[in-house]
């Protein structure tokens, strides 16, 4: 039979019959980083992501960040652009906070990341609860549909709940790790107060992806087992739990993005509900072989992912590359609930046409079953 | 009897008010304060950076150890008459040129502090020529960089070839860590050393110095 490669990566997920190993590859890490140093390989000047994957043979990941918008009552955002920087405040009645964020496209990131948090001390907490309560999320898909047009039958718009489950918003975008864990220790029913009210503003969202096509939200990601381990069981299981069980009761699978250290949050992923485990990012970069996430995991979860992406630098030979690609194929043996893709980007310095080299091993070696 | 092992209890659990409180008693006791840093908080903090290289503590056990340690050093210094005689080394720390993230840094630092090293951080994106001058302004003995993006990693590899140009590569111990540096990149670069986690930094450290 002759699959899609989205047709045959959800087929996986959904553990469907398939021909061979799915492969959905990301590239926007050196595909930003490429285009706006003006230093694309001559062939693909002008091309979109997409359209080289198409050419080297793999299954596309597009990513899109959210299909709503994020609106607010009764106070005032304003935004000042200082580039890279920008600085979010949002002025409320009962006092003011303010984000700052970098964002620098060109040296491979699709997002922004914080560098200075809105909590600061205890005064931040009625303001921080006041812009919770006044949050409003609306449906806004249009992008969205115009990624889903563009990648077709190529891949997966990759979409879902943003980056963050409700605690780990609090943790990572509105107190950074190392406020949070001591405001955790500190004042724990105040942090466990904002918790209650992103656990409302996300049922929105989820909500909003219940009724939308997108086929396996993504529901959060970017763990680290030394951050987030002491929190995982009491914050983060329930929660997706909870969102897996509607997004699944409205015909929908769910996925996080693991590409972090994984290692002691193994044991409590089964209790999630979560059915895909994408970005999988083993040995090198990680403590963990895939042949051991794949004996803990068993068939139950769908892993994406398998090549560390620094397996795709010059650092690493041809010949080193192939011999990893092919060991991975005989761990993931008959290579079931797996599709092949990079823990978690192509490298602004790797090389393409690896990712041509992932496919043609995949039609020499990964017919499915695969017999080692 | 001065009871170290107390403070160093009350480090390991993260109990900022009680680590004072010992301290302080100590201190009333007539213990010498560079005593007190050395069997008390240095002591308690290698035994937090042990339990997290080997799976037992995390961030936050981290943090609050940290927390602990830099109040009670709050109260002692004032009364360290000198303080290089007790620190380990002195070592100079940043994320590299393109990078703001800071967490993996902010751990390292924690651990060092903790266990008696000076630590000079750089900060986040810190450029090549920002960590030789640092070098031939503080003298450390380790120079330490994170990168948490494949993108910037070169930076760090741009740095140690900056530090041989300058002629003073000789001059420091290099240490590179971060999700994505490997032993492997460690040794094509040229570091003196790698570091798997945020708790193998102070037998890292201590190891290439030779205290």
Redesign the interface.
Known sequence: MLMSHKARILATARKQAIDKLPFGARID?WYN?HSSHGTLPEKYKDWNMVEILRDQGAGAQIRHMRIWKIEYDNLEVVIQEDPPYQITEWRTPVGSVRLKT?F?PE???WVA?E?DYPFKSREDYPVIEYIFENTRIVPDLSEYYRKEKMVGEDGMVMTGMDFYSPMQQIMRYWFG??RF??E??DHLAQVERLYELQKEIAKKKLQILGKSPVEIPMLCGNW????H??VFAKYFVPWLREASDYLHSKGKLTQVHAD??M??LIPFFLETGVDVAEAWTPV??TSVTTGELRKAWGDKVTIWGGIP??LF?P?YSDEEFDAYVINLFKEIAPGYNFIIGMGD?L????RIERVGRVAELIDKYGSVPIEV | MIDYLAIQLAIINGDDTRTVKLVEGALEQNAKPADIVASGLQAGMIIVGDKFSSGEFFLPEILLAARAVTRALDVLRPQLSDWDAITRGRVVIGTVAGDIHDIGKNLVSMFLEGAGFEVIDLGTDVSAEQFVAAVKEHSPDIVGMSALLTTTMPSMEATIRALESAGIRHQVKVVVGGAPVTQHFADRIGADGYGADGGAAIELCRRLIGK
């Not at chain 1, 680290?224 to 951050?227: A, P």
């Not at chain 1, 490298?347 to 790797?350: E, H, S, V």
């Open positions: 890490v980083y970098v620098r040296e491979g990131p990341y560098v790790y190392e864990f001591y955790l220790y680290s087992d030394e951050i381990t002491p972090g250290e290692k002691r090198p970069m992406a620094v630098e650092q980007n490298p602004f310095d790797g």
